[in-house]
């Protein structure tokens, strides 16, 4: 499975920005999708997921009521929205992909990873 991301960039405070994460291989394999991000001199961390069959959505805390995960099955391709960006919303965010139906509970259970798009929020 090959995961490309894109629609990263610099947005303002309060602003709105799309990424999606377009996927091609062995796509009928994937289980769950979802997002990390990382910022600079931080660790990674969990942003949102989605299970490719049913839409099941999870979210960090940090990122509820804010940011939206979403799939078109037909164009195998995963998006998030995120609206009222924060500052503290700069970081690289990665796409990643799980094989299997069990919900994976850490980054270390993605199978797959994307090769990051930088979103980068200016006060």
């Known amino acids: 499975v090959q995961l490309q991301a894109s629609g990263g960039g610099l947005v303002q405070a309060g602003g709105s920005l799309r990424l999606s994460c377009a996927t091609s291989g062995r796509t009928f394999s994937v289980g769950y999708m979802g997002w990390f991000r990382q910022a600079p001199g931080k660790e990674r961390e969990f942003v949102a997921s989605?299970?490719?069959?049913?839409?099941?959505?999870r979210y960090a805390d940090s990122v509820k009521g804010r940011f939206t995960i979403s799939r078109d099955n037909a164009k195998n391709t995963v998006y998030l929205q995120m609206n009222s960006l924060k500052p503290e919303d700069t970081a690289v965010y990665y796409c990643?992909?799980?094989?299997?139906?069990?919900?994976?509970?850490?980054?270390?259970?993605?199978?797959?990873w994307g090769q990051g798009t930088l979103v980068t929020v200016s006060s």
């Open positions: 990643v992909a799980h094989f299997g139906l069990v919900y994976p509970r850490s980054a270390s259970e993605y199978d797959y």
């Open positions: 989605i299970r490719w069959s049913g839409g099941i959505t």
